[in-house]
């Protein structure tokens, strides 16, 4: 090969040397400026500093745990329990006791935190001969300040949504004027939805599995949720939005 034709060579090599050299510190120092923003958009979205999203997130965490209970579970220990409120089954129907309920709600006395009795409707039947029922029940057992009574209707029987609506209306009416404590409301997400309306002045217990314990949204009428049930596994849980103490100035009046 011949000098001049080398020397050509040679200072193409050097040129394409060159911009290769300058494109690599173009480069360099592009992803030294792409590790820096990122650091500092990290720094931005850490939860020290003030972000809405995130501190909006880190309170709905404080909620108080609880467990409902029923014959399907009759030997439950409440000693052994981390459960703040306890809802058990009383009655159902007209004439269905739960098996259990006594032991339960004695038990609920002694461990001393909140308890309530629920009421599995069924709106097939009279709602004051419900009401009634469930009444006698509870009556039958030692109350104390705090004591919460629910309504627990999870089926139509048939009925349509209004006939639905308006029997709730009057069970839950009936049992406010008979004891002077504002029922609670229990259903799941959907048949609250649909036959829940007007019912907003009964605190809400709402079901729904798939969301996360506190994340649910009021169905319906209502403006929030009282006690959210995010679990049936291994047994019911909840959890609540109240503290304990707001949670019994739901129930039974100091006397």
Not at 36 to 51: D, E, I, K, L, R
Not at 196 to 220: C, D, F, M, N
């Amino acid at each position: 090969m011949s000098k001049p034709r080398l020397a050509t060579i040679a200072c193409v090599l050097k040129n394409r040397r060159d911009l290769l050299t300058k494109y690599l510190s173009f480069v360099v120092a592009g992803a030294i400026l792409a590790g820096a923003f990122a650091v500092a958009s990290f720094a931005f979205a850490s939860p020290t500093a003030h972000n809405p999203a995130q501190v909006a997130h880190q309170g709905a965490g404080s909620f108080i745990y609880g467990l409902d209970i029923s014959n399907y579970e009759p030997l439950y220990d409440w000693n052994a329990s981390p459960a703040k409120f306890g809802i058990i089954k009383a009655t159902e129907g007209t004439n269905f006791r739960d098996a259990s309920f006594a032991r339960h709600w004695r038990e609920l006395g002694k461990k001393g935190i909140v308890r309530g009795a629920y009421h599995y409707g069924h709106p097939r039947n009279n709602p004051v001969a419900e009401a009634e029922h469930f009444l006698s029940v509870m009556n039958a057992q030692p109350a104390e300040a705090g004591d919460l009574l629910v309504l627990d209707l999870e089926t139509s029987d048939g009925r349509s949504v209004a006939e639905v609506n308006a029997w709730a209306k009057t069970w839950l009416s009936y049992v406010k004027d008979k004891t002077g404590i504002t029922p609670m409301f229990y259903s799941g997400w959907n048949f609250a939805d649909k036959y829940g309306k007007g019912l907003a002045e009964y605190p809400l217990w709402v079901a729904h599995y798939s969301k996360a314990k506190g994340a649910v949204t009021p169905p319906a009428d209502w403006k929030s949720w009282t006690i959210h049930q995010y679990s049936e596994s291994p047994v019911d849980q909840n959890v609540s939005a109240l503290t304990a103490d707001q949670l019994r100035g739901l129930g039974r009046p100091t006397a």
